[in-house]
């Protein structure tokens, strides 16, 4: 895909995707269909790689807990999030979650060889765990295929067969027009293989090829899914917190 005029706007286009931001609807940004309101964080913090922040307040928290929210530094709910919860109880306001996560993009020069031996399966058929599609010619795992739309889209499955089991998957969570984010399983008895980096990169390579640009999140506490992003070699692009 052609390169966003400055990192600010592929900071937009990712906030986007994650629902962040609002937009309007269909638009290139548009969330897609069926996403809930409640899945957008009461305040989230982000803290890119180049050392950009962003602070997002939605309206319809209570107006004492916005203002708290307001006056926090925002590093504060990256550094000390318990401080944070302790706002939202005190405002009465139960957080029902917290995401502390990691971001990142990745290489334009991501090696073919690195999505080896990985079979992508149709469209919107879900197989992770079950025993593998018989077909005799799959398509390749890297389609020049042209962009689909922003919404609705339909996943497709880069999978690692082992034993005649699909047992590490990726896919897109969500898709815009312009982005998509990547989602990994493994099977607990095949980890450990490299198998989930393998099915990332072709995922990656795939969704490159439809335009668009790749990003894989995960938990900062993920220790599995941090491994995989210094397999891959990812580039950092952003710390975050989410309270919903």
Not at 17 to 22: C, D, E, G, M, T
Not at 105 to 127: C, N
Not at 192 to 203: P, S
Request: hydrophobic residues 45%; charged residues 20%; aromatic residues 8%.
């Amino acid at each position: 895909m052609n390169e966003p005029a400055s990192p600010d706007a592929l900071l937009d286009i990712y906030l986007a995707l994650s629902h962040i931001l609002s937009v309007p609807a269909g638009s290139p940004l548009a969330p897609l269909p069926g996403e809930t309101p409640e899945e957008t964080p009461r305040y989230y913090v982000a803290r890119t790689a180049w050392g950009a922040w962003r602070v997002h307040i939605q309206p319809g928290a209570p107006a004492a807990l916005r203002d708290d929210l307001a006056a926090s530094p925002p590093e504060r709910a990256l550094d000390d999030p318990d401080a944070i919860l302790r706002l939202f109880a005190w405002r009465g306001a139960a957080c029902q979650s917290v995401w502390l996560g990691h971001t990142a993009r990745f290489p334009s020069d991501l090696d073919p060889a690195l999505a080896s031996g990985v079979i992508p399966l149709p469209a919107g058929l879900d197989i992770y765990g079950e025993a593998a599609p018989q077909h005799d010619s799959p398509a390749p795992a890297t389609p020049n295929a042209p962009s689909r739309p922003a919404a609705p889209f339909t996943p497709r499955q880069f999978a690692i067969i082992a034993d005649g089991l699909v047992v590490s998957t990726c896919e897109s969570s969500r898709e815009s027009g312009l982005a998509a984010e990547a989602w990994v399983r493994t099977l607990p008895a095949y980890r450990g293989r490299g198998y989930a980096a393998r099915v990332t990169a072709a995922w990656a390579r795939d969704v490159r090829q439809r335009g668009k640009e790749p990003f894989y999140s995960y938990h900062r506490d993920n220790l599995a899914s941090a491994a995989v992003a210094r397999a891959l070699r990812l580039i950092p692009f952003l710390d975050d917190a989410g309270f919903l």
